[in-house]
């Protein structure tokens, strides 16, 4: 194949979800209440621990601090996007901005991967070494772990972005979500090699993601003999299981099988995409007593300032 015909896809065109305009308009409304609303959420919880003193001297809410504002790049990635593909007949993206928005979705995806294993890790020493909490988990170790999460989605994205621009793109351009999968069906090439290296990649680093973190919640659980201790421990890491399990069954759905196509797949791609980084602050302040406290103390200061 020369290089001409490599290069004739200069845009792809992102499926809709329906061919009705009416339709279009009711999920534009929807899901800008969801991005909103995303936006609302994961800011008040990165202010409140930022303006809470205890929050902010605790290795757990700095560490929600920091996954607060990961969901907000992570839907900022695709959404905006998304909101405006409901708006536009065409829905098209050129190659270069598809090939860059896969590139952060990776590196953050990635990198709320990572770091919600450090938050797994968090929660072990506080429950089963407790005398030694805040000696292990000093402020400095807590600001290594949220780099080295940021650079391990980093490199993860950018083998998956190299793996991806190598191919070359000559037929159908039609995608029908914000992932991987999708776009290396288009190539006009044999992706089998590429598709069993994105699956150990993108695979591997999701499943063995969620082993780890199940498997850490467990040890907990089984370390603690009483009851009151287990009641504890399960208010606190239930919150923790509800986010693990809305961000990585979806992700593991789509990256650890081959890359065939489902119906499902696109609705899939939404839960992670968008509805995830909205339900994460609602989950955490809805059972979390210290950061609903801290909540109505910051808002009688702007009470009282205004």
Same mark, same amino acid.
């Given at each position: 194949?020369?290089?001409?015909?490599?290069?004739?896809?200069?845009?792809?065109?992102?499926?809709?979800?329906?061919? &009705?305009?009416?339709?279009?308009?009711?999920?534009?409304?929807?899901?800008?209440?969801?991005?909103?609303?995303?936006?609302?959420?994961?800011?008040?919880?990165?202010?409140?621990?930022?303006?809470?003193?205890?929050?902010?001297?605790?290795?757990?809410?700095?560490?929600?601090?920091?996954?607060?504002?990961?969901?907000?790049?992570? +839907?900022?990635?695709?959404?905006?996007?998304?909101?405006?593909?409901?708006?536009?007949?065409?829905?098209?993206?050129?190659?270069?901005?598809?090939?860059?928005?896969?590139?952060?979705?990776?590196?953050?995806?990635?990198?709320?991967?990572?770091?919600?294993?450090?938050?797994?890790?968090?929660?072990?020493?506080?429950?089963?070494?407790?005398?030694?909490?805040?000696? &292990?988990?000093?402020?400095?170790?807590?600001?290594?772990?949220?780099?080295?999460?940021?650079?391990?989605?980093?490199?993860?994205?950018?083998?998956?972005?190299?793996?991806?621009?190598?191919?070359?793109?000559?037929?159908?351009?039609?995608?029908?979500?914000?992932?991987?999968?999708?776009?290396?069906?288009?190539?006009?090439?044999?992706?089998?090699?590429?598709?069993?290296?994105?699956?150990?990649?993108?695979?591997?680093?999701?499943?063995?993601?969620?082993?780890?973190?199940? +498997?850490?919640?467990?040890? &907990?659980?089984?370390?603690?003999?009483?009851?009151?201790?287990?009641?504890?421990?399960?208010?606190?890491?239930?919150?923790?299981?509800?986010?693990?399990?809305?961000?990585?069954?979806?992700?593991?759905?789509?990256?650890?099988?081959?890359?065939?196509?489902? +119906?499902?797949?696109?609705?899939?791609?939404?839960?992670?995409?968008?509805?995830?980084?909205?339900?994460?602050?609602?989950?955490?302040?809805?059972?979390?007593?210290?950061?609903? +406290?801290?909540?109505?103390?910051?808002?009688?200061?702007?009470?009282?300032?205004?």
């Amino acid at each position: 194949m020369d290089e001409n015909q490599t290069e004739v896809v200069r845009d792809f065109v992102l499926a809709g979800f329906s061919q &009705i305009p009416s339709i279009e308009t009711g999920l534009f409304v929807l899901f800008l209440f969801f991005y909103v609303s995303t936006w609302i959420g994961n800011v008040l919880i990165m202010v409140t621990v930022a303006s809470d003193n205890y929050l902010n001297s605790s290795p757990m809410y700095f560490l929600l601090g920091n996954l607060s504002f990961l969901d907000l790049c992570y +839907s900022t990635v695709t959404t905006p996007k998304l909101l405006a593909d409901f708006l536009d007949k065409d829905k098209l993206i050129p190659y270069d901005q598809c090939i860059v928005q896969l590139f952060f979705l990776h590196f953050v995806g990635a990198a709320e991967m990572f770091l919600l294993t450090v938050m797994a890790y968090d929660r072990y020493v506080a429950i089963c070494r407790p005398l030694h909490y805040t000696t &292990i988990m000093s402020r400095g170790l807590c600001c290594v772990l949220v780099a080295a999460s940021w650079m391990g989605g980093f490199v993860h994205s950018t083998v998956q972005t190299i793996l991806t621009i190598r191919l070359p793109f000559c037929g159908p351009n039609q995608v029908t979500s914000f992932d991987v999968p999708p776009v290396i069906k288009l190539a006009c090439a044999d992706t089998f090699v590429i598709e069993l290296l994105m699956v150990s990649n993108s695979g591997l680093i999701s499943t063995s993601s969620f082993v780890v973190l199940v +498997s850490s919640y467990s040890t &907990i659980l089984v370390k603690i003999r009483s009851k009151e201790g287990r009641r504890k421990a399960l208010s606190t890491c239930g919150s923790h299981l509800m986010v693990v399990t809305l961000f990585f069954g979806p992700c593991i759905f789509i990256y650890a099988r081959p890359f065939s196509t489902f +119906s499902v797949d696109k609705m899939v791609s939404v839960l992670y995409n968008v509805i995830t980084p909205m339900l994460n602050p609602l989950i955490y302040t809805l059972r979390n007593k210290e950061v609903k +406290s801290a909540m109505q103390k910051l808002w009688i200061k702007i009470i009282t300032f205004t």
